[in-house]
């Protein structure tokens, strides 16, 4: 066969024909080699050392390395009394073992073919889904294929022994429909005619790092020749992801400090220092500074793209008013986008009310200094839109306020100078392009607030072209969160006690929540996180990702439509009990939440809704239900709802996730840190890194395979440095072709967009 030269950039189609390009493709979404080559193996198999069969857990799709110990042939009950088929049916059952624990492989087809072949003392590759019969682990029609004993075993064929040409055994994450050596074979086939010589890594940053070659660095991650080889492997894998995100993100930052904006540098008596003068608090100093830093961002003639993040409560609103009033004052207009509309209507609302007379020019008991402020949504009636589309047009409104509405193309500002987009974590590069595209001209400066806080890495990675800034401190006077886990099935009269709890507070005056994960109706297969305005712009928002991986509860999670008039009708009998959740239409929400906001409702039954921003400072208690559908960050959101006011908050996470489980283990974590920092470390480390970047840079199959944020976090900052160095010597790496391509591969179609719109 003519042995044509393999690049990564080659459809897998070339090597490996169709019948298995196309299972590579279908089964796990692999177009090109680079693709196939960057499926890296889970583990290896050395192959003196068994896998541990002890430790194989009940419904997981296993690969394993073992070695057949019995193989007989049983009868089968059901066959044996049957009055015609007597005695003619039997299933092959084969032992394996690792030297202490077993596990059964039965085969119902082809019996005596499997007893002769898998004969006692073969060894062997194993792959089904683990289940439970009588008590013992078992795979039900394994996949397999035996393996010679040692390279030198003179029953090794040549095929055999190309593929498996060390002691290390590769295995790659597989599935019902491809084995992990089917795998194995196409990763051979690619690697027998495979160049991989250009190298994207410059050869000073190479020596500098002391990193291996490319192509060395592929061929042992899929081939190792020694156990050694892999450590240096994977870092030199890592690094080519690393480099490449960050050669992308300088690249992107680049092209923005190039972009001209318009100053709006602060007026001594405008609207701004007016609204300083009404504060009913004093600012923290948190508070004041990052104002400082802000308003000098905003002086200059280059746009600012700043990230604020701070603990839920921090009072990163108030700091968005003040720049939104800075760039008033110097003529131009603010746009604030909320992640929901219940967000929206409650910025609105409190920030006219913040601003008192200042939001009424034009208006009877208007400020001298004035502005108008624009609210718009998905809802938004027909006349009310006209209005708000006209004055942000005219300019007569300086600030808009809305959801993902405020993207559409009708919305035109007059002179846009700042967009602030809050809640951060639940939108993309995209929703943030899409805004600043809005301005004229010049870019408008941009400042993005999150309450979930960002370990360095991920803010050096998602938000690698913005600067940040933390609210470290709570504003004075608030109170601490007290969090419990009230485990059902253990401890049934816990959840009595929650209810009482509850009693007591609306007793004294205070209100409630009650956080369910589902709507319940005619949808029953709703899950958390239901605002259905923005449910398609959430990028790894993390609702349930966290969740039930561990313990799929036997019923499905708990209703709002169910549960609140269970609690009306039994344990909260007498209270005021209203319900919130994404099937209300927008006028209902903000009802309810008016309501709820002027005391008339005493507990409020919702989903997540109320996750992000609502601010009643006097709701005091909060009881989620079936606690562990919900991921890290989302309950520690969920609980920065109570404890706004001078009144202790406590949150109740309510589970029937058993003592030990790993859903357990989350709750508890969450239960004993405030910390949101910790616990936002914690949740990167339950999630895959690909949901945690945006859409831009994980929308592909290929993104990051190797690098995993949080523990490479040295590497990471080295190859931030080195690439920023590339990129300012070079901004269209003109003379670094294969650094172009590997930006490419590894972002995919949207690398244009993502570079293109900084
Ligand atoms: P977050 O950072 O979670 O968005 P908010 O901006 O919603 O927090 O602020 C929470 C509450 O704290 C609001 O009611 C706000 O008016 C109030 N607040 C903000 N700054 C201060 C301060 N310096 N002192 C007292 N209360 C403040
Ligand atoms: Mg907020």
């Given at each position: 066969m003519l042995q044509t030269v393999t690049t990564l950039r080659d459809p897998l189609i070339r090597p490996l024909g169709r019948k298995a390009s196309d299972a590579l493709e279908k089964v796990f979404g692999l177009h090109t080699v680079g693709d196939l080559l960057r499926h890296y193996p889970r583990r290896y198999y050395t192959r003196g050392e068994l896998s541990g069969l002890a430790a194989l857990r009940e419904g997981d799709h296993v690969t394993v390395l073992a070695r057949v110990a019995t193989a007989r042939l049983v009868?089968?009950?059901?066959?044996?009394?049957?009055?015609?088929?007597?005695?003619?049916?039997?299933?092959?059952?084969?032992?394996?073992?690792?030297?202490?624990?077993?596990?059964?492989?039965?085969?119902?087809?082809?019996?005596?073919f499997h007893v002769r072949v898998l004969q006692p003392g073969k060894l062997g590759l194993f792959a089904g889904t683990v289940s439970t019969f009588r008590g013992h682990r078992q795979l039900v029609h394994p996949e397999f294929e035996l393996l010679p004993e040692s390279l030198a075993d003179d029953r090794v064929t040549e095929e055999l022994a190309a593929e498996y040409a060390t002691e290390m055994i590769p295995v790659y994450p597989a599935s019902a429909k491809l084995s992990s050596w089917q795998i194995s074979k196409a990763v051979q086939v690619v690697l027998d005619t495979l160049d991989a010589t250009e190298d994207p890594l410059p050869e000073e940053v190479r020596q500098r790092h002391g990193l291996w070659p490319r192509e060395m660095a592929i061929r042992a991650i899929h081939r190792p020749q020694d156990k050694a080889d892999l450590g240096p492997a994977r870092t030199r894998l890592k690094w080519d992801e690393a480099f490449a995100l960050q050669a992308a993100l300088a690249q992107r930052r680049l092209a923005a400090a190039a972009m001209p904006a318009m100053p709006r540098p602060p007026v001594p008596d405008g609207i701004a220092a007016e609204f300083d003068k009404r504060l009913p608090f004093t600012l923290t100093e948190g508070q004041r500074f990052v104002g400082e830093v802000i308003a000098r961002d905003l002086s200059c003639a280059y746009p600012m793209n700043?990230?604020?993040?701070?603990?839920?409560?921090?009072?990163?609103?108030?700091?968005?008013?003040?720049?939104?009033?800075?760039?008033?004052?110097?003529?131009?207009?603010?746009?604030?986008?909320?992640?929901t509309e219940v967000l929206a209507q409650q910025h609105y609302r409190s920030i006219t009310q913040l601003l008192g007379p200042l939001a009424s020019a034009g208006l009877l008991g208007g400020a001298e200094h004035a502005t108008r402020v624009a609210l718009l949504t998905g809802s938004t009636g027909k006349a009310a839109r006209r209005s708000a589309l006209s004055d942000v047009f005219t300019g007569d409104a300086?600030?808009?306020i809305g959801t993902h509405a405020l993207l559409e193309d009708r919305v035109q500002f007059a002179d846009l100078g700042l967009v602030v987009i809050d809640e951060q974590h639940r939108f993309g590069v995209e929703q943030r392009d899409a805004l600043r595209d809005k301005a004229a001209g010049a870019r408008p400066h941009v400042l993005v607030m999150t309450a979930t806080p960002i370990p360095r890495t991920v803010a050096m990675t998602v938000f690698g072209d913005l600067?940040?800034?933390?609210?470290?401190?709570?504003?004075?006077?608030?109170?601490?969160?007290?969090?419990?886990?009230?485990?059902?099935?253990?401890?049934?009269?816990?959840?009595?006690?929650?209810?009482?709890?509850?009693?007591?507070?609306?007793?004294?005056?205070?209100?409630?929540?009650?956080?369910?994960?589902?709507?319940?109706?005619?949808?029953?297969?709703?899950?958390?996180?239901d605002e259905g305005d923005v449910a398609d712009l959430i990028v790894g928002a993390d609702g349930g990702t966290g969740g039930a991986a561990d313990f799929a509860a036997r019923r499905p999670p708990l209703a709002v439509l169910d549960m609140a008039p269970a609690l009306a009708d039994g344990p909260l009998s007498g209270l005021r009990v209203g319900i919130l959740h994404g099937r209300l239409s927008p006028d209902e929400k903000d009802r309810v939440m008016t309501a709820f906001a002027a005391g008339e409702v005493d507990v409020l039954v919702a989903t997540t809704v109320i996750e992000v921003g609502v601010d009643v400072p006097n709701a005091t208690v909060m009881v989620v239900m079936d606690a562990e559908r919900f991921g890290v960050s989302q309950l520690h959101q969920l609980r920065g709802r109570v404890g706004r006011g001078d009144a202790a908050g406590l949150c109740l996470l309510v589970t029937e996730a058993p003592e030990a489980s790993q859903s357990?283990?989350?709750?508890?974590?969450?239960?004993?840190?405030?910390?949101?920092f910790r616990l936002s470390r914690l949740d990167l480390e339950q999630r895959r890194e690909g949901d945690v970047l945006g859409a831009a840079q994980a929308g592909r199959q290929s993104s990051l395979k190797m690098l995993r944020l949080l523990s490479d976090e040295d590497l990471i900052a080295f190859a931030r440095q080195e690439a920023s160095a590339v990129v300012e010597g070079d901004p269209q790496l003109a003379a670094h072709p294969a650094l172009r391509n590997a930006i490419d591969d590894l972002l995919g179609p949207q690398r244009a967009e993502f570079l293109d719109k900084a």
């Open positions: 009868p089968m009950q059901r066959w044996r009394n049957h009055p015609q088929k007597g005695g003619l049916r039997e299933r092959a059952e084969v032992t394996v073992t690792d030297g202490t624990a077993r596990l059964t492989l039965t085969f119902f087809a082809r019996a005596t700043r990230l604020l993040q701070g603990e839920v409560g921090s009072g990163k609103t108030v700091v968005a008013v003040r720049a939104m009033l800075q760039v008033v004052d110097a003529g131009g207009q603010a746009a604030l986008l909320a992640p300086g600030i808009l600067e940040v800034s933390t609210l470290s401190e709570l504003p004075a006077g608030r109170s601490p969160i007290t969090t419990h886990v009230v485990p059902v099935l253990e401890r049934p009269r816990f959840l009595e006690r929650a209810w009482e709890r509850v009693r007591e507070e609306v007793e004294a005056g205070r209100q409630a929540y009650v956080v369910c994960p589902r709507i319940g109706g005619e949808a029953p297969d709703e899950e958390a996180g357990r283990e989350r709750l508890d974590a969450i239960a004993a840190t405030a910390d949101g």
